[in-house]
């Protein structure tokens, strides 16, 4: 039997070891993979607390190879309709389609039954990518192009999240007319709550828009966010000291507390359009107020949320990864603020003050 180095959690439980394991019984694809660069979020720091209830093991193991961003070569590959062939730089899918509609139409982002439907890699019920290599299906990799890229490629699960909540505001946006009577989004003002990677990101697309970018947080940020902050000319302010903006457009949420998303409910613009992403089941209640509901009522403000995103958004994310690159100099690059060796799992358990995105190098 093969056994590998991976790096492992016991769902929901927690802990972290990296050792040799069995190859895992739950792999049904045929493709061998070898991960290049596996990107490491808060997801894998909260499993491994032992903070994610949902999280579970795959069937008949008693552990689970964490880890769900990865940017990963082919080494050995069946002849398949995707055009994916062995020496190919890939990205592979977190969620696994299900059997409810939504699913069976390619969208188990948009999974009518998350609990029971789906499985997600390092997360729900399917092995993740940290492993010396691992066996998949053609049709959950994503073929990335432009191979000077390979480490930035590390972002493209991250950046497919961006994808689909745009996505989502751009119909949820559709009701009335966003744009300024310019055609454009340039006197557009946009808010985005929190600073971590994912926070980074969407102010790259929010760029892209040619929106007025604001970033906030109820702290000041170090020395090398505020280089990336200045360079892709976005805004930061903290919410605790100063006001910000008087009105924005679109607001999106990456941070999940209710107290910091009710705080600024009311910056909304008419016809406005906030976009919860992040998510903390931790934080405690936060009571809404009449006047924040005749506030919402009476502007006609959408609040939308998004999870995840499908094939497509993959696709879109690396599209949008190079023209990033090429578009925004290195500051696409700067998001990548450490690189670590598999062995390295302190990096795990706590995160670096001024991390943006820390990767694994396999
Ligand atoms: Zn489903």
Known sequence: MERIMALTTSAPKGGLSYGKIHLPINIEGKAKIKPVYTGLCGTDRAEIAGGLPFTYNPVGQDYMIIGHEAVCQVLDIEENNFGIKSGDYVVPVVRRRGSCINCRIGRPDNCSDVDHDIREAGIRGLDGFNAEYFYDTPENLIKINERSMLKVSALTEPVKNVMKALEVFEKLSERSIFTGDDSTYLLKNCLIIGTGSEAFLYAFMAREYRMK???????????????????????????????????????????????????????????????????????????????????????????????????????????????????????????????????????????????????IKW
């Not at 090398?224 to 457009?249: L, R, T, W």
């Not at 406005?272 to 934080?283: K, L, Q, R, S, W």
């Not at 993959?314 to 060796?341: C, F, M, P, R």
């Open 213 to 359: 970018v604001y970033m906030t947080n109820r702290h000041e940020l170090g020395e090398q966010k505020m280089k990336i902050i200045d360079e892709i000319s976005v805004s930061f302010y903290n919410y605790m000291k100063d006001q910000g903006p008087d009105k924005v457009d679109l607001i999106i949420d990456t941070s999940g507390d209710p107290a910091t998303i009710m705080r600024f409910v009311r910056k909304l613009n008419y016809n406005g359009v906030a976009i919860m992403f992040g998510t903390n089941g931790a934080a405690s209640d936060t009571p809404i107020s009449g006047n924040d509901i005749n506030y919402i009522v009476e502007h006609n403000i959408t609040i939308g949320g998004s999870v995840d995103g499908s094939k497509k958004h993959y696709l879109n994310a690396i599209q949008h990864l190079e023209k990033w690159n090429y578009s925004e100099g290195g500051a696409v690059n700067k998001l990548i603020t450490g690189i670590y060796d598999p062995d390295d799992t302190g990096i795990f358990m706590e995160k670096p003050s001024d991390e943006i995105k820390s990767i």
